[in-house]
């Protein structure tokens, strides 16, 4: 049994497996640039962020119907619940959407159905995060806020992705007001290929309770005490920041450090079907690469449950909190 965790930081659109993703293109009718599988996951060689960008919003081509969204989240529930999944909290990107001509409904109501079966089919409750684009302007970030007025019920709250470096929190000053004035839950991705002055930002400006992402953190020791001082979650994902070349090799992430300084680390998966794993297989890698023990990782286990957003569902909280504390290592 894998230990039990919360997962806080994943694009749903980043789990299409290249296998879904032919199937899909197969069952729209839409061509992808890759001739196979092979050819497509061959593709997954990326140099920077932007490089993953481009693939990532080229291969959403084949999400179309509700049904589309709807199978793309149950296949992540199912891989998720396998690997000790047992909350996520989950991110999707309707700008790249409504782009391709998929309205917000047809988003919010495949991935709704999926979710609202999450917990009997999977045993995963779940929450819903809409980001906004980075790169696209504020206005059409406040447009992408009101055409999800109708569906606000299903959604928990707001977020920031896609290419952060020139693209400062401060941007999307009003539309994080007019986000918190709707009661949204609020966080951004800042210090993944930014600097340490947009996690800074992100807190001052936008009034994040969470950053996803903060590695660069590391690089402001007054941001780090403050950050520990604040007791603010940092959604940390190892694999990505690999592949993405945040980092050069897992052995010099600094998950070990920033752990060390009492930040309050999470670990989690991004975009597993890019990334080479999902939430256990992050928790496995930091295990095997970087010697967390066993407390290390019950303790991030434990952050996973503290970070969450279910101050609407303390008893559930607490359940899961028992169940890390209850937790025993496979002898190994
Ligand atoms: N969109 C999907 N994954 C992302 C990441 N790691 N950073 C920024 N935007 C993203
Ligand atoms: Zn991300």
């Given at each position: 049994m894998p230990l039990p965790k919360a997962e806080l930081h994943l694009h749903i659109e980043g789990t299409l497996e290249p296998e879904l993703a032919f199937e899909l293109a197969a069952r729209n009718g839409v061509t992808l640039p890759y001739?196979?599988?092979?050819?497509?996951?061959?593709?997954?060689?990326?140099?920077?962020?932007?490089?993953?960008?481009?693939?990532?919003?080229?291969?959403?081509?084949?999400?179309?119907?509700?049904?589309?969204?709807?199978?793309?989240?149950?296949?992540?529930?199912?891989?998720?619940?396998?690997?000790?999944?047992?909350?996520?909290?989950?991110?999707?990107?309707p700008q790249a959407h409504l782009a391709r001509g998929v309205e917000m409904g047809t988003v919010v109501e495949g991935l709704g159905r999926a979710l609202a079966a999450s917990e009997e089919n999977h045993g995963v409750s779940t929450r819903l995060i809409m980001c906004f684009l980075r790169d696209e302007?504020?206005?059409?970030?406040?447009?992408?806020?009101?055409?999800?007025?109708?569906?606000?019920?299903?959604?928990?709250?707001?977020?920031?992705?896609?290419?952060?470096?020139?693209?400062?929190?401060?941007?999307?000053?009003?539309?994080?007001?007019?986000?918190?004035?709707?009661g949204l839950r609020r966080v951004a991705h800042a210090g993944e290929e930014g600097p340490a002055s947009y996690v800074t930002e992100a807190l001052d400006v936008l009034g994040v309770e969470r950053v996803d992402h903060g590695l660069r953190c590391m690089e402001d020791p007054a941001l780090v005490e403050r950050l520990v001082r604040e007791?603010?979650?940092?959604?940390?994902?190892?694999?990505?920041?690999?592949?993405?070349?945040?980092?050069?090799?897992?052995?010099?992430?600094?998950?070990?450090?920033?752990?060390?300084?009492?930040?309050?680390?999470?670990?989690?998966?991004?975009?597993?079907?890019?990334?080479?794993?999902?939430?256990?297989?992050?928790?496995?890698?930091?295990?095997?690469?970087?010697?967390l023990d066993e407390d290390r990782l019950r303790e991030l286990a434990r952050n996973s449950f503290l970070a969450s957003f279910l101050e609407d569902d303390e008893e559930r909280r607490a359940r899961y909190l028992a169940e890390v504390e209850a937790y025993e290592f496979p002898r190994r």
């Open positions: 001739a196979s599988v092979d050819e497509l996951r061959a593709a997954q060689a990326f140099e920077d962020l932007q490089s993953f960008l481009d693939l990532y919003y080229a291969c959403m081509a084949v999400l179309r119907t509700e049904r589309d969204f709807e199978d793309l989240a149950d296949a992540y529930l199912r891989r998720a619940a396998a690997q000790g999944v047992r909350h996520a909290e989950i991110f999707f990107d302007s504020a206005g059409s970030a406040m447009e992408t806020l009101e055409l999800a007025r109708p569906y606000l019920d299903r959604i928990t709250g707001i977020g920031l992705d896609s290419a952060e470096v020139g693209h400062p929190p401060v941007k999307f000053r009003e539309v994080y007001e007019a986000a918190a004035a709707l007791r603010i979650p940092l959604t940390l994902c190892p694999l990505s920041n690999v592949r993405l070349r945040a980092v050069d090799v897992l052995e010099d992430h600094p998950l070990p450090a920033m752990m060390e300084a009492g930040l309050l680390c999470t670990v989690n998966s991004d975009d597993p079907a890019y990334f080479g794993g999902y939430a256990g297989d992050n928790f496995d890698a930091v295990r095997d690469r970087l010697g």
